[in-house]
């Protein structure tokens, strides 16, 4: 199987929360990352948590991490039109020679 | 963050002639850089790592002499597509990372079409 899977699609009516869901299979990721793309754009990273966290919460968006069971998500509360993206989940070291491994991405889909 | 700047965005050539994509880092000196290619609906694949002033490191299955890498300064890599074909369309991104940041920042990405 793949290093990094995710879900391909989820669609969700605008203002209701999404949650983007992850599983890797490193266990000696350091950090663990979601980058956001829109169409026809290069990535944005949204946020990371560093493996020894549980949860972080960036405004709108909440980070879980359960290392245990090598699974992570992303929850969008409220969500909006403009959040409509593709989400990709990565892993990897840090570090100056950072290289990570990325998820295929999850298509989220905001509609009225 | 910091902002890595991606030229051009979109690219049509013809089949056969070689296109040059460039990768800077404004406000960071990126002592590593990294090219990856995303075919629709797939995720990134890395296609080699570049560090400042030596040989680019390509990933298994990448043809080097195809797709030529250079990183002659902290700002700037640049990747050549060498006699373009129509399977070399594609999405590809390139990402920096130096100094004391722990993530890479990616550029906006260059849609290569080759007809």
């Known amino acids: 199987g793949e290093d990094v899977e995710q879900s391909l699609f989820l669609s969700v009516r605008e203002g209701d929360s999404s949650v983007i869901n992850c599983t890797y299979t490193d266990s000696s990721s350091t950090y663990l990352y979601w980058y956001k793309q829109e169409p026809g754009a290069g990535l944005q990273l949204l946020t990371y948590?560093?493996?020894?966290?549980d949860m972080k919460q960036d405004q709108r968006l909440t980070v879980l991490l359960n290392k245990k069971d090598k699974h992570l998500s992303l929850r969008i509360a409220d969500t909006q039109t403009g959040d409509s993206a593709i989400y990709f989940c990565?892993?990897?070291?840090?570090?100056?020679?950072?290289?990570?491994?990325f998820g295929r991405g999850t298509s989220l889909i905001v509609h009225p | 963050g910091a902002v890595v700047s991606q030229h051009p965005s979109r690219v049509i050539c013809k089949s056969g002639t070689s296109v040059k994509i460039e990768c800077r880092s404004l406000?960071?000196?990126?002592?590593?850089m990294f090219w990856y290619r995303q075919f629709p609906k797939q995720s990134l694949m890395l296609m080699a790592t570049?560090?400042?002033?030596?040989?680019?490191?390509?990933e298994q299955g990448v043809e080097k002499d195809k797709f030529l890498i250079n990183h002659a300064s902290l700002t700037l890599s640049t990747l050549t597509v060498t006699s373009a074909h129509p399977e070399d369309s594609s999405f590809y991104i390139c990402?920096?990372?130096?100094?004391?940041?722990?993530?890479?920042?990616f550029g906006q990405g260059t849609r290569l079409t080759v007809v």
């Open positions: 570049s560090n400042e002033g030596s040989k680019a490191t390509y």
């Open positions: 948590i560093f493996s020894n966290m």
């Open positions: 990402s920096a990372s130096g100094g004391k940041n722990t993530e890479a920042f």
């Open positions: 406000d960071f000196q990126a002592t590593t």
């Open positions: 990565a892993e990897g070291l840090g570090g100056g020679s950072y290289i990570p491994t």
